[in-house]
């Protein structure tokens, strides 16, 4: 059959290989390069994936509006004249191009000479927001996402638990990848909590000897106290060397005794940048990545230190392109220099929550994620929240839900507390309901989601 390509011959390795150095490898190459050496290479890849974008009717039509073309990309500093988009601008495609829009660089007829995967985000509300992954992008990704878990402490052989969800989203399987097919490692794919029991997850990661299990910080810290109940130290029975879970660092290094270290990536681009030994900023992978910080409002460049919307252009891909994808992640990119682990790659700040959930409460512009850490700050108080937004009259109200360990009788004071401390550190009054331990998983996901949802708009 003529254009029948298996995935191995779709893909050439060692182009791949030397383009997008997998661990251990990595650290010693790209991870070292130098500010020029980086640079060029952005640049060149960078003009390639233009030429590509300007192919995509979704792309075209905009870089058209705004008088662009491929051809206008002679610097860095142009591409910020070429138009960002936003996850609203995919919706719209979606909408008027079922079900795949018209922003992915190749289409599902392609699938006998291009052998792919289509990965979701979204879709509680609304359609999922696809996004076709040729066989190269789905190695590139492995490579990325196999970088990061190294840089985070799993080693080429290790057993692994992956307990994220196997769905439509690209996260768990992105991860297998990752860990299958460049880090040697074994993996014991055991879904959430919902497909294979909390206990269970506890009793194999001892009897194989574990030693990460990926999913979110919370859920771990919950696995935790699940291997406490069951008479197991987490620390010492638990034999974890890598803690790569998002969540809250300090607990996580208690609990497990292994160091922690931020990293972020989202489901269209996979991983981006991952935090090294220093613990001060996330490198990011730049032979992969262009990172911008733009002001949530304006879509302006902002300054190096401000903290603004991601604004993010992958430059490894052969299919779909991302190419000035304004995430409206909030984030902070470090000024350029070496770091003390001798890497010159641009150092971003962890994710600090969400442009796009910003509440303009009585002049005052406030982030969800934000109030989070001030609520779980309080005395009583624990790590779980959920922040609502509502409308009465005509003006936006907040209530912080909290939640405590403490007897029910001590929830007034506590809830008292809390909104004296909003109102310190916010300015404005944000009302307080305290929850007992539990409560809030109906609405955050908590052993069920991926990502807890935090935040609700009820306006
Ligand atoms: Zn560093």
Known sequence: ??????????????????????????????????????????????????????????????WDDAGMGPDDLHSLDDLTRFPAYTVDDIRDSIEAHPPYGDYQGVTVNQALDEPMRVYMSGGTTGRSRP?????????????????????????????VLNAWAYSTHNGAHAMDEALYRWLNCVVLSTGTGNVTPTRKQVELAVE??????????????????????????????????????????????????????????????????????????????????????VNVDTGELLPDGEQGAVCITEIYKTGSPQFRYNIMDLSTLHPPGQCACGSWLRKMAPFAGRGDNMVKLRGVNIWPEALGEIVTDVNGVTDDYFVRATRSGNRDEMT???????????????????????????????????????ALDALTGFGTAAKLIRFKDAR
């Open 1 to 62: 059959m003529s254009g029948f390509r298996r995935p191995h011959e779709a893909v050439d390795y060692d182009a791949l290989t030397a383009q997008l150095p997998p661990p251990p490898e990595y650290l010693e190459t790209a991870y070292l390069a130098g500010p020029e050496e980086i640079a060029a290479t952005q640049l060149a890849l960078a003009q390639a994936r233009a030429r590509v974008a300007y192919e995509v009717p979704f792309f075209r039509r905009r």
């Open 131 to 159: 996004t076709l992954y040729t066989a190269w992008d789905r190695e590139a990704g492995a490579i990325l996402t196999a970088r990061a878990l190294y840089m985070q402490g799993i080693r080429p052989g290790d057993v």
């Open 400 to 438: 912080v839900l909290v939640v405590s360990d403490r007897p029910p009788g001590e929830f007034d004071v506590i809830a008292a507390a809390t909104v004296e401390r909003l109102h310190q550190v916010v300015g404005v009054k944000i009302g307080v309901e305290v929850h007992e331990p539990g």
């Open 208 to 293: 194989y000897g574990a030693t990460a299990i990926l999913t979110t910080g919370d859920y771990l810290l919950h696995l935790a106290e699940t291997a406490r109940e069951m008479g197991l130290d987490p620390a010492t029975d638990l034999k974890l060397t890598a803690l790569p879970n998002i969540g809250d660092k300090g607990r996580l290094n208690d609990t497990f005794g292994v160091p922690v270290y931020d990293s972020y990536g989202f489901h269209e681009v996979q991983w981006v940048a991952v935090e090294c030994p220093t613990g001060e900023g996330m490198h990011i992978f730049e032979d992969a990545f262009i990172v911008q910080i």
